[in-house]
């Protein structure tokens, strides 16, 4: 099954200054039908799932923009919704066919701080008091019917322990994707270490990684199949680095669609991108993955 690219990339690519603390999220309340034709996009090169404009969505991060509790309620629910608008025009006007999915992001507790610490994790707070913050969100996401729950760019094991236990009993499956570098989560947990607890998680239908080096990809998912026993999920970045001085991608993309190949036979059933990978990197990979299974492209 193939997850879109960074939805970032494409709004970005659509003219939009995404330097908001709020990033994506911003336009669910200053330019919903702007969401909804970057979704479109990427279902039309060939993605099966979209990942909603949630990522950075909590309640602490509309607040400090004077969005007020209920608004925001308001706000996550539309996420879902205007993915599932964006499936249904996919199929009334660019031809779609075939079922389309729609995932709930939930980023990690950095993205609400907005300050690089997502990358890093190790925040400075317990299981108990992660497991607080993620679980309203996820209430109210999982109440707006997506197919899934992605939990994703999960700096290390201790937010992962947080996110299963804050995913626990809400009705919706979810996946646990963690960014790494390596065999190591962000914060420098064993990546084996991080995703064990996801083998014994009813609620878990896939772990993996996303947002990471794609040459980092093949040996998770071997690992992830190996410690769970579950599908998996992958969807890095495009392979460029991060400048943060420069404020500015540095180097070359890495050649998504062969490597998903590669990700799908060491076991990966669930496979796209995330930051600078856009709809044409997605049509590639969605041509790649569909010649490998026998579909037509």
């Known amino acids: 099954m193939v997850v879109d690219g960074g939805l970032s990339e494409q709004l970005a690519a659509r003219g939009h200054d995404l330097s908001d603390a709020l990033w994506s999220a ?18 039309a090169a ?23 509790r209920a608004a925001t309620v308001r706000l996550l629910t539309a996420s ?34 907005a ?14 008091e992660l497991e607080r913050f993620h679980r309203p969100r996820l209430e109210v996401l999982a109440a707006a019917g997506p197919d899934v729950l992605a939990l994703e ?16 009993g809400l009705g919706v499956p979810a ?10 989560t962000r914060a420098g947990d064993r990546l084996a270490d991080a995703f064990a607890p996801a083998a014994d998680a009813p609620e878990v239908l896939a772990v993996g990684v996303n947002c990471c080096d794609p040459r980092d990809v093949e040996p998770a998912v071997r690992l992830a199949a190996r410690v769970t026993g579950k599908p998996v999920v992958a969807y890095p970045n495009s392979g460029e ?20 190949e ?19 990197s997605v049509r590639e990979l969605a041509s790649a993955v569909r010649r490998q299974h026998g579909r037509r492209p």
């Not at 300050?115 to 108990?128: I, P």
């Not at 700096?155 to 995913?167: F, I, K, N, T, V």
């Open 26 to 43: 911003r336009l669910l309340a200053d330019a919903p039908g702007e969401v909804v034709a970057a979704h479109r996009a990427y279902y």
């Open 241 to 260: 680095r991060w400048d943060p001085a420069a404020r500015d991608w540095r180097g070359p993309a890495q050649p998504l669609a062969g490597l998903a």
């Open 46 to 68: 060939g993605a099966e799932v979209a990942i909603t404009a949630s990522y950075q969505a909590t309640f602490e991060g509309f607040a400090r923009r004077g969005t007020g």
């Open 175 to 184: 996946w646990l994707s963690y960014s790494v570098v390596g065999d190591r």
């Open 153 to 168: 760019t999960v700096p290390d094991a201790d937010e992962g322990r947080a996110l299963l236990r804050a995913a626990r």
């Open 80 to 113: 879902v919704e205007l993915a599932r608008r964006a499936a249904a025009e996919a199929r009334a006007y660019d031809g779609v066919s075939g079922p389309l999915w729609v995932a709930a992001s939930a980023g990690p507790y950095g993205a609400m701080l």
């Open 262 to 280: 590669r990700w799908v036979a060491a076991g990966a059933r669930l496979v796209g991108g995330c930051c600078r990978v856009g709809t044409e």
């Open 115 to 128: 300050d690089g610490s997502e990358y890093r994790g190790r925040y400075g707070l317990s299981v108990a």
